[in-house]
């Protein structure tokens, strides 16, 4: 038949299809599923912002194609939002793309730097796109483990001194997907000095920055003085205002770095409908009051869960920001056997942290996207599995 690109064939294998093959008998079967595997917001988009949209969408101006830079207007949001959140000031003009959600930003920028063969520093384990973006561009991901003894920071000075001469792009993302972690003003400095010292752009993705706990606030990178003329940040509207089906994102930073991304885009896409861009720009300079409440909400949950498990003898760390739980796996399990037996023997739905690289073998990932409720039931459907 037809024969499918290299390019595909080198993409990391799926490593959920068995997974989602059992909890497809599950559903089928008309299992009672909990399901803590996916990090989707599980509470409504705020009311305002819908209202917006409808507004909007009922302008015919708003039915064409859109700019591909985005409108001004969201870009001037956007920068204002940046300062009034971390006191970095951005040219709306150039120092800020939209995104179709941010995870095509980040999939598409390897494109605008990454020739045949080139190098990308990766974290492992991590969010997928930055593995499969490299990959689709004809890169080779040179991993960086994130291990606990180092807080899941990578340690920089492990990166073999040729690799990093020849890298082109490193990616960072904290708070981290899937650890929780969460990093210091230090290690962005570190960074930074790094990605100078060997000419390397610094994508850093802080979808999480919004979602944190026990008064933790996540700063910027491009809060460190400097980090402007090595690097981009990557947001997204998905997780702090329960936005991921809407496809809003935006990157921000070094102006040529942007300058190149959006060429790539502009041959691709179009970019995002218009009625979309006014919806983020009330979701940006409307109330904020809602993300306090639901990092309370998440919070609470985390709590149930942690407790509720470590009073079982499980031995885990309370994040402080995303809303995942990252959990290492009792001896005796693979992060595959453990969440395929959570699934065939309890009914809750887990991801082995194998599929976020191999440095995730060890751990499987709990996302606290149903309510308190269901995490209890979780842990008495755990507690009866300790029996
Ligand atoms: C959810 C998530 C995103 C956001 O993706 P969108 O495409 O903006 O919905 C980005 N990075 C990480 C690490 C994520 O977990």
Not at 36 to 58: C, F, N, S, W
Not at 167 to 175: E, H
Not at 232 to 246: A, I
Request: with cysteine; proline share 6%; hydrophobic share 40%.
């Amino acid at each position: 038949m037809y024969e499918i690109a290299g390019r595909l064939k080198r993409l990391p294998p799926y490593l959920f299809a068995e997974i989602d093959r059992i909890k497809k008998k599950a559903k089928e079967e008309g299992r009672d599923i909990i399901d803590l595997g996916v990090g989707d917001p599980d509470t409504p988009t705020p009311m305002h912002i819908i209202e917006q949209l409808y507004k909007a969408a009922r302008d015919p101006e708003n039915h064409r194609y859109a700019m591909d830079m985005g409108l001004l207007r969201l870009r001037e949001a956007i920068a204002r939002w940046y300062k009034r959140r971390f006191n970095v000031d951005l040219d709306p003009e150039t120092e800020v793309l939209p995104l179709l959600g941010s995870k095509e930003g980040i999939a598409h920028i390897p494109l605008a730097f990454i020739n045949h063969g080139d190098e990308v520093l990766i974290p492992d384990p991590c969010y997928p796109p930055y593995k499969s973006g490299t990959i689709l561009a004809g890169g080779v991901p040179y991993l960086m483990p994130l291990l606990a003894e180092n807080d899941f920071l990578p340690d920089l000075e492990k990166i073999d001194y040729q690799v990093a001469k020849r890298a082109k792009i490193m990616f960072l993302n904290y708070p981290n997907n899937p650890t929780g972690a969460t990093a210091t003003e230090g290690f962005f400095r570190k960074a930074l000095d790094f990605a100078n010292e060997n000419n390397i752009i610094i994508c850093h993705d802080a979808a999480y920055s919004e979602m944190s706990y026990d008064g933790y606030r996540p700063s910027s990178f491009l809060e460190i003085e400097g980090a402007k003329d090595a690097g981009v940040e990557f947001h997204s509207l998905s997780k702090t205002y329960n936005m991921t089906g809407w496809r809003l994102g935006f990157v921000c930073g070094n102006k040529d770095i942007i300058s190149a991304l959006r060429t790539v885009k502009s041959n691709i896409d179009s970019g995002v409908f218009q009625a979309v861009q006014f919806a983020g720009i009330i979701a940006l300079e409307g109330e904020q009051q809602h993300i306090d409440e639901l990092n309370i909400m998440y919070q609470k949950r985390r709590d149930v869960l942690v407790d509720g498990l470590n009073g079982l003898g499980w031995k885990i760390d309370k994040p402080k920001a995303t809303f995942y739980v990252w959990i290492p796996v009792p001896p005796g399990y693979t992060s595959n056997e453990l969440t395929k037996s959570l699934l065939e023997k309890a009914d809750i739905v887990t991801t082995p942290g194998i599929g976020f690289g191999p440095n995730g073998e060890g751990y499987i990932r709990m996302a606290l996207t149903v309510s308190e409720e269901r995490l209890k039931e979780a842990v008495d459907r755990i507690k009866r599995l300790h029996k």
